[in-house]
């Protein structure tokens, strides 16, 4: 008896709690995130683009018809939608997201040190950062697609065999797909494990031939995904390259794990337990090599290499070009990867049963702690999300909708702002996209070619209405251009959505707002007053259909 319970805790617990992990999520979402509801609508328009039924997305936007990084998740999604409402469906990519990365770390570490499995419960709160909530899916399943390399790669060094090799090639593929960041970190990594267990075997006196057996296998795998890569650079040749966040934020960045605090304060804890753990697996990996000194090479070369890994991640950080390849935040995926290389370099060590035990609860712990304070953060979001649902039924068919940030953060409706480090809201209103063939007026991917859908040439809103430069980092709202929006493409501006309200370090000219204001009928406006949609009047003609309970909230309105 004691042995089967000892299996079901060792073997048995850590899926069970990942299904559970899995339904809270699932449950409890979609949580709001920045880029999800525009991943969302863009799977949703894939499967109608060119539908006499959706005529005005089809104007606005063109598909890529090609292969692109980034379409993983479109594949998941468009799957998920074909059994799931668009709510539940991006419910169950973000529990994907957050648990397939802690299945894969398992699977890796599992062919370093089958005794550290254990250590996967470190990758749940890794993933649940920042980058989550800004709704960088496609991101996290390259994470999940680095770990799976690194174990295949694990598992093609102990055991070589050509099926392993292409299943490895094939994991690569599935990472680029993903996203870049997992497929030149993972490249990175088997380059320098590879290069110098070459230059180990090659010192042992191997021939040539001895070595060309060992490291085809090798080869062949990372042969597999070259086509795609040559394929990608090609399309993103003559993208803009900027460094973007200078070296001493980045340095304090990192020294500090800012990728762990979306609310002020709230997860400082979370980031300062991280960052120890990561210097104390890189001050044991030292310490166990100045122990192995008297080694010969070979026998310690893992050690070694593992710490040359940990070092060129962080000098990777503090080198990589944030805004590089057609996308930008390099910098901030980049920091997450140090962190996940630790988990794999905590797995030489030799860890007691109480200590398993202990940092296992840790692990637990700062979950937790994480998702603690993003159920204060997302009660917070319930209002402006409800509101949103109202709306949705208030416009109609064939409609453009222009949401508008009045503030650059949310407020609460006793005017104090909220201290996220991300504002969902920012394209929240792309939900309205999934029905009735509505276009919202402000994307920020369309504008990327990293991604499959684009606007077609001549209406890129974010340069017509925002006056955005190409390639602009900066998100903020200056300019409302809604006369040369509809000067350029013919199209209307039906509708308004306000968010927020006016204050004295508002970036949103008055007079613009004023100006796309003007022939506007307030339709609806929340309770918390900090949600408003207008109906615009406007001389150009559009296929916007008006919805049957505009009469009713105007009436509502009207009453003193």
């Not at 060094?157 to 993972?186: D, I, N, Y």
Request: glycine share 6%.
């Amino acid at each position: 008896m004691n042995n089967f319970v000892r299996t079901i805790l060792r073997h048995g617990l850590f899926p069970a709690f990942l299904l559970a992990y899995a339904a809270f999520i699932i449950v409890k979402g979609p949580l709001a995130t920045n880029d999800g509801p525009v991943h969302l609508s863009f799977a949703y328009l894939l499967s109608h683009y060119g539908s006499p039924e959706w005529p005005l997305q089809s104007q606005m936007f063109v598909l890529a018809n090609t292969l692109q990084p980034n379409m993983a998740v479109y594949a998941i999604l468009r799957t998920l939608l074909l059994v799931f409402s668009p709510d539940l469906a991006e419910a169950c990519l973000q529990a994907l997201c957050l648990i397939t990365p802690a299945l894969a770390a398992r699977y890796a570490l599992r062919q370093i040190n089958p005794a550290n499995t254990w250590l996967a419960w470190f990758v749940l709160p890794l993933t649940a950062n920042r980058l989550f909530y800004l709704g960088l899916y496609n991101f996290l399943f390259s994470v999940a697609g680095f770990f799976l390399v690194i174990g295949l790669y694990v598992r093609l060094r102990t055991k070589p065999s050509l099926p392993l090799a292409v299943a490895l090639g094939c994991a690569l593929v599935v990472t680029l797909l993903s996203h870049a960041a997992g497929f030149l970190m993972a490249l990175l990594a088997i380059g320098v494990l590879s290069g110098l267990q070459f230059f180990a075997d090659l010192r042992a006196g191997q021939s040539w031939r001895q070595l060309g057996a060992t490291y085809g296998r090798l080869i062949v795998g990372l042969c597999i995904p070259l086509p795609l890569v040559i394929w990608f650079f090609l399309q993103q040749h003559g993208a803009q390259t900027l460094y973007g966040i200078p070296l001493h934020e980045r340095v304090d960045s990192l020294m500090r794990a800012k990728l762990f605090r979306i609310q002020t304060g709230d997860e400082r804890v979370v980031s300062c337990t991280l960052v120890f753990l990561q210097v104390a697996t890189a001050v044991g990996l030292m310490v166990g090599l100045w122990r192995k000194r008297a080694v010969r090479w070979r026998l310690k070369l893992a050690w070694f290499a593992a710490l040359t890994v940990f070092i060129l991640f962080f000098a990777f950080s503090l080198l990589v070009p944030d805004i590089s390849g057609g996308g930008w935040s390099h910098f901030m995926r980049a920091a997450l990867f140090p962190l996940l290389w630790a988990v794999l370099c905590a797995a030489f060590f030799a860890f007691r049963r109480w200590q398993r035990v202990g940092l296992s609860l840790l692990a637990l712990a700062l979950l937790l702690i994480q998702f603690h304070a993003t159920n204060k953060l997302q009660a917070s979001l319930q209002p402006p999300m409800n509101a949103l649902q109202e709306i949705d039924h208030l416009i109609g068919a064939h409609c453009t909708v222009l949401p508008v940030l009045e503030s650059s953060v949310s407020y609460d409706q006793n005017g104090v702002r909220y201290p996220w480090n991300y504002d969902p809201l920012f394209q929240a209103t792309n939900r309205l996209e999934l029905s009735q063939d509505r276009v919202v007026l402000f994307n920020f991917l369309a504008r990327l070619k990293v991604y499959p859908v684009h606007f077609r040439p001549g209406y890129d809103t974010q340069d017509l209405i925002f006056h955005w430069q190409p390639g602009q980092p900066q998100v903020a709202i200056q300019r409302l251009d809604v006369p040369r929006f509809e000067q350029q493409t013919g199209l209307p501006v039906d509708y308004v959505v306000i968010w927020g309200k006016p204050t004295d370090t508002d970036a949103v000219a008055p007079q613009d707002l004023a100006r796309a204001l003007n022939n506007a009928t307030l339709i609806y406006e929340s309770p918390d007053k900090l949600t408003r949609l207008y109906q615009r009047v406007s001389q150009k003609q559009g296929m916007c259909s008006s919805a049957p309970r505009h009469a009713q909230f105007a009436m509502h309105l009207a009453t003193p």
